[in-house]
Structures are given as C-alpha cells and as structure tokens.
C-alpha cells in the first residue's frame, strides 16, 4: 500500500487502564483499525498528563501511576478515518479525539515475503 498527500490524522488520547470488555482499550482500537484496513496505527504511552480532571497522572505518584496517558494515532484518507469515527463513538466514553489535516511525505508498506 502506498500514501502520499493529503490525508486526516486521527489523535485518540485516552488513559492506559480503560479497558473494552476486560482489555485494554487501546488494543481493541488498533485491533478494530486492523480489521476496518487502515493503514496503520500506533501507540503511544505518556509519561505525564492531565485531562479534563485536571489531576496530573505521572509515575512518580504512586496513586495515579496505573493512569497514564496513551495516545493512539491513525493516519490514512479522509474518507476512510471518517468512515472509522463511528466505531470510536462506541469504544471511548473519556478522553479526547482530533481530525487534523496531514501531508504524508511517504508511506510504502512493507512487502510481507521479503526477509
């Protein structure tokens, strides 16, 4: 698969202990990008955050350290990361979700018989 130009930046950030049906609900949402065919999809753990609660989640507060932020980003065609919106309306009850405009310089996907 190639992709170059114009295409949507999905951002998810979420916090790394909600879960989907007793997993971690950023695994259910690479795994629902998978299968829906995006071009791919990456995850991301933070070492510091806050969100709407504006409670500050780092590590080295033993309390919130199981909190920490992810991020899960997803870069592909506008139509279909807007074809895959749908799906995170059910997934994520908290956190934040951004659209944002990218230009992709180059993307070639690995050819899955070579070495």
């Given at each position: ?9 999905l951002t ?60 899960v980003i997803i ?41």
């Amino acid at each position: 698969m190639r992709l170059t130009g114009t295409a949507l930046r999905l951002t998810i950030f979420i916090s790394e202990n909600d879960t989907w049906h007793h997993k971690p609900l950023f695994t259910e949402i690479v795994h629902r990008a998978r299968a829906t065919g995006l071009a791919g999809a990456s995850v991301f753990r933070g070492v510091e955050g806050y969100g709407a609660s504006s409670l500050i989640h780092t590590p080295r507060l033993l309390a919130v350290s199981e909190h920490l932020p992810v991020t899960v980003i997803i870069v592909d065609t506008e139509d279909v990361i807007r074809a895959f919106l749908p799906q995170l309306d059910e997934l994520v009850s908290e956190g934040m979700i951004l659209l944002d405009e990218v230009e992709v310089i180059r993307y070639v996907a690995r050819d899955e018989g070579a070495p």
